[in-house]
Every structure is written in structure tokens, then in C-alpha cells.
């Protein structure tokens, strides 16, 4: 097998979830400034230079058609994108609620590791 293959094979591509929310996060902290054009997106995007470009279109699409960002259509043909209200919303409560997770998962642990603790002290003093 010639290395070019070998290459094509081991490109790691993300689920189109992750792809999702990284277009969604990279909008909602770059479009602040003015519209993104999917060219942009292409190449700035951590994760995403390994996709192909019509996956990323048609999850763009999915975007769009959910109200999350909204195209913005030139006279030269190009199209910008930015995010909306609706897509900002949705990654601040995605954010939020990963946050939570962690946080409840982090004491959770904390909890588990000081009940250790009380017991493993109380054996020794037994």
C-alpha cells in the first residue's frame, strides 16, 4: 500500500456531534465581530481540516435548519454565517451543563476520597 493511503487511513475524524459543537463554540465566539464564511470555518476550526467539506456543509445545514446560525448570502455568491440567539443559548446550556457534570463528578470523587480517608484513620486507631 502506497503512503498516501496509509495517510487517508489514519486521519482521525471526529463524530459529527463533536463537529456540530465545535462549528457551534467557534460561531459563538468569532461571528460576535461579523459573519464566517465556510471557508473560514474549514480551515480555522480545531478538528475540522480532517473532515470532508460536504460533511461539514451538510452539518452546517442541520445548523442552520435548526436555528442556531443563520447564512448571510452576497452578491458575489459567497456565503457568511453567523451565529443566533437561539445557538448561542444552546451552547451556553451546553456549556453549563458540562460544567455541572464535572463539578458534581469532581466532589462526588473529593466525597469518595475523604470517606476513605475517615475510614481507613479509624482503622488505624482501632
Known sequence: MNQSKKN??????FSSE???????????INS???PISKY???????????????R?????NILEENGLIESIKTS??????HVTDKGVNAYSKWVK?????TRFTHNKLSKD?????????YLLLV
Open 76 to 81: 458575489s455568491e459567497s456565503t457568511f454565517y
Open 97 to 101: 451543563d458540562f460544567l455541572d457534570f
Open 32 to 34: 460576535l465581530n461579523g
Open 8 to 13: 487517508k487511513k489514519n486521519k482521525l475524524r
Open 18 to 28: 463533536f463537529t456540530m459543537l465545535s462549528i457551534l463554540e467557534y460561531l459563538c
Open 40 to 54: 473560514h470555518v474549514l480551515t480555522k476550526v480545531p478538528g475540522i481540516k480532517q473532515q470532508r467539506q460536504d
Open 56 to 60: 461539514v456543509s451538510e452539518i452546517m
Open 113 to 121: 476520597k475523604e470517606n476513605d480517608r475517615y475510614q481507613n484513620n
